[in-house]
């Protein structure tokens, strides 16, 4: 009956969701990816068919480290990865453009738009990210037979409270999941209340947490302590150097390095840095340490993760305007604290545990900025604390990766 009503309401919703879309930018080949009209994927049935999804950025941005380890581990099986917006799309296509066999929109939650997308994935294994409960989609997998799992599963305070005062509902769709395994105790027990099966329904903690530190990179701080401001947008460049300053009144000691987000602004922010009156160089003049210097414009590619393991406190860009802030645990991943402005909605889970466990800050000025800043140099048990709290929440989340490649491997892909 479920299913009934869905397809009847598809060609009542289909021409106004249609215009509503085109309006936020989308185009008429996603519009028509999103009701299942995909293109042939020569998947024969034979294959073992992978599907991952995640809904928009940061759910893409979790996945990027599991689709490459199964990439890896189940070399003939074919990877599809699906998300739901198309600045997830972007992501997804950017990241894992070389992981994934197809990268494409997911169904629309009716059973037409679900019914031609199957047809021609045929998954064996669906692993959908976060939460992401789509009723049509998993009654039509149980028909098929296709193992349907949430992974990394979280529910917010806030949704919780709404899908509570419906868990009549829910239940019944909850039971429709092969396994639902979450990122920490209380995500677990919000899907217990809301019905799911305990005796499929754990933790598995967080995926986003399985990130391995880079390669080391040789650099001489020149017995200086650092503050590494990394992926600055326009705005934020200045912010920085003013804190920086005021930083630099109090601990002599103390050294910049600044690493835009993107290089073409090179030229615009050194001039900021020259009209500091700071002495300053770029990293691609083959510096290799601080000596003699304020300031160090980090203008090379593919440095700035490694370069995390010489700070000693670090701004993380993209905060302090709408961008939604940058990965966090570039940082964290070397024991380094972290300090961002108040935009982090891109990472917006991680940001919440981070914050709780005191290994990080989010300020919403640049006053706020420059006393935790100050307080982290000056206060030796302050700065300690933090960085033991973000290698201990850092050691508790892992083991997520490898949690959904064994049970990957529990399927015989």
Known sequence: ???????????????????????????????????????????????????????????????????????????????????????????????????????TYFPADFPKCIRKFLDKVNPKVVC???????????????????KLYIINGRISDRTFKSYDMFRFIFKPFLNLYTGIFTQSDDDNNKFLRLGAKPETTKRMNNL????????GLFFDKCGSR??????????????????FKKLKEKHSDLKLILAPRHLPRTDEVKELVAQTGFAYDLRSNNRDNLDGIDILQLDTLGELGKMYEHADISFIGGSFNKTGGHNPLESIVWSKPVISGPSTHNFKDIYTIIKNANAGFVVNSEEEFLDIADKM?????????????????????????????????????
């Open 1 to 103: 009956m479920y299913q009934l009503i869905s397809d009847l309401m598809f060609y009542i919703i289909k021409p106004i969701a249609a215009i509503s879309m085109k309006k936020r930018g989308y185009s008429q080949e996603s519009i028509d990816r999103k009701c299942g009209n995909i293109p042939e994927t020569g998947f024969g049935k034979e294959d073992n068919v992978i599907m991952f999804h995640g809904v928009s950025v940061g759910e893409a941005v979790a996945l990027e480290n599991l689709v490459k380890a199964a990439r890896k581990e189940f070399p003939e099986s074919k990877i599809v990865v699906t998300t739901g917006t198309y600045t997830g799309q972007d992501i997804a296509i950017k990241k894992l453009g070389e992981s994934a066999d197809l990268i």
């Open 128 to 146: 959908i990210a976060e939460t992401e409960i789509w009723p049509n989609f998993a009654l039509e997998c149980k028909k098929r037979g296709i």
């Open 377 to 413: 140099l000056s206060d030796k048990e302050f700065y300690i604390n933090t960085v033991e709290a973000g290698s201990r929440v850092f050691e508790e989340q892992q083991g997520a990766l490898d949690f959904v490649i064994n049970l990957l491997k529990c399927n015989k892909l």
């Open 226 to 243: 650092v503050l590494l401001a990394g992926s600055t947008h326009q705005g934020e460049d200045i912010i920085v150097l003013n804190v």
């Open 208 to 215: 986003k947490f399985d990130v391995k530190k880079p390669d």
